[in-house]
């Protein structure tokens, strides 16, 4: 199994995490298993941007993102080339490197 290693959050994972990832498998759904609450307003069905994620290293793996997930990430605070939905970015076959951002656009925080 890949390894996805999270990079150290203050808030939500301040030691950072090293853990293995399932092919198939979300990178939110894999953080969220393992008590990294990444923020999921929309319950992980591509409509918000509070799961934002940089993918600094293993990105060209996941499969690319389709229109929506664009629109969605124009949205996102601090967007760059690595920037993915953390519910929409696919563990593959390789190890990926994901931060968390230090900030998120929550209109509707639903307490997660």
């Known amino acids: 199994m890949p390894q996805i290693i999270f990079l150290p959050h203050a808030e939500l994972c301040p030691d950072g ?6 092919k198939g498998t ?8 393992n008590n990294i609450g990444i923020e999921h307003a929309c319950e992980k069905v ?3 941007t509070t799961c934002h994620v940089l993918i600094r290293e293993g990105l060209d793996s996941l499969g690319e993102a ?4 664009e629109d969605m990430l124009d949205k996102a605070w601090g967007l760059e080339p690595e920037s993915r939905l953390g519910c929409q970015a696919i563990i593959q076959d390789e190890d990926l490197v994901v931060e968390i951002p230090k900030y998120t656009v929550n209109q509707v925080s639903e307490g997660h």
Do not use: I, P, Q, Y
């Open 66 to 69: 389709d229109d929506l997930e």
């Open 46 to 48: 591509c409509a918000c």
């Open 17 to 22: 995490a090293v853990l293995e990832g399932e």
């Open 26 to 33: 979300s990178v939110l759904d894999l953080a969220l298993k």
